[in-house]
């Protein structure tokens, strides 16, 4: 069966990413500081899953700024993770102008939501101001490392290079953001948002429910602009994250040599931020199985067991998914009581 022109699209752009995080973990196999290189490929995986969007008919721009976005967010969620409730507020803030661009910028939503990761991901690893800088800088250099193998793809194509100096793309967010000033209204979505966020990140503590950040990015990934498409996406998100965990523990189980591990992040990684291009809306339950993969080898490349991290995953994947019904369906309620008003 011959593959169609958009599937061999993806597949194509999904090679062009692997080189930057192969030679991360090449570069961290060979002087042992494998988990090192993990964090730093996380960078390197945020941006492929950006590889075929753009800012403003930019690709630098969305790139770079994203890249910025997370380093900043990994130092400031390793700092406010050392206090709990500072580490929730940070998050309700995340997740209160997440949710707020919406109905403002694909783009700039995007950016916010991996921004929101990292930050999210970033307060279970908390530490000193020093383990923060080093947080960051990992995760901005795999940032980088991936767009400077971007742009060796796509010098000959749009990669919109012509912001390159500071002053432009300084230039270009200072008009960005002055349009973005006349479509934010608040809503009771954002209220929702910010609220649900607390009691997720809450319960998970309360709970002692381990990487309780993926409750967290659960409900902000769930929050979608339309009804129906949030309710399916929790549905789809449970239920990929359940056969992606039983899936990941039972290959895990009969090896798990660091290489065998990695080498499963990198491909199930390949498979995900492949598929997110442009088959993501056909089923988010396919996706949501693949990234599963993806994250449970890559967490497991670090040490922790892998049945464990299958299972405080789907732990935490189903407290997010719970809040974000309740937030989806209370926005929903106090909307149309709104409009019958």
């Known amino acids: 069966m011959r593959l169609t022109s958009t599937l061999q699209h993806d ?30 490929a996380s960078g390197a995986l945020t941006l492929a899953f950006g590889a075929n969007k753009t800012w403003g008919g930019s690709s630098f721009s969305l790139l770079i700024t994203t890249t910025l976005g997370i380093a900043f967010s990994s130092w400031i969620g390793c700092l406010t993770g050392n206090s709990v409730p500072l580490y929730i507020a940070g998050a309700m803030v995340y997740a209160g102008v997440y949710v707020m661009m919406t109905n403002v910028d694909a783009s700039a939503w995007w950016m916010l939501l991996q921004w929101s990761i990292a930050y999210l991901v970033s307060g279970y690893f908390a530490g000193t101001v020093e383990h923060a800088a080093a947080r960051a800088a990992l995760t901005g ?33 200072r008009i960005t953001m002055g349009k973005y000033k006349h479509k934010i209204h608040l809503q009771w979505s954002i209220f929702y948002g910010v609220l649900t966020m607390c009691l997720a990140l809450s319960t998970v503590e309360i709970l002692h429910v381990q990487n309780g950040y993926w409750a967290g990015m659960t409900l902000l990934i769930c929050l979608r602009n339309n009804y129906r498409d949030s309710i399916s996406r929790v549905q789809a998100r449970v239920l990929g994250t359940l056969t992606g965990s039983i899936l990941a523990a039972m290959l895990i189980d009969l090896c798990h040599s660091p290489l065998f591990l990695v080498g499963g992040f990198i491909l199930f990684g390949y498979i995900a931020f492949s598929f997110s291009y442009s088959l993501i809306s056909k089923s988010y339950f396919v996706f949501t199985f693949f990234v599963t993969l993806m994250v449970v080898f890559m967490i497991s490349s670090l040490g922790a067991s892998q049945l464990q991290v299958a299972t405080h995953r789907l732990e935490a994947t189903a407290t997010g998914g719970l809040f974000a019904l309740f937030a989806i369906l209370m926005t929903r309620f106090f909307t149309r009581r709104q409009i019958i008003r």
């Open 11 to 40: 597949l194509l752009l999904g090679l062009c990413c692997l080189p930057a995080i192969a030679a991360i973990y090449l570069a961290g196999f060979t002087f042992n500081h494998v988990a090192a290189a993990s964090i730093a």
């Open 141 to 173: 250099s795999g940032g980088l490392v991936q767009m400077c193998f971007l742009y060796l793809v796509f010098r000959r194509y749009p990669f919109q290079l012509k912001d390159f100096k500071p002053h432009a793309w300084l230039r270009f967010l």
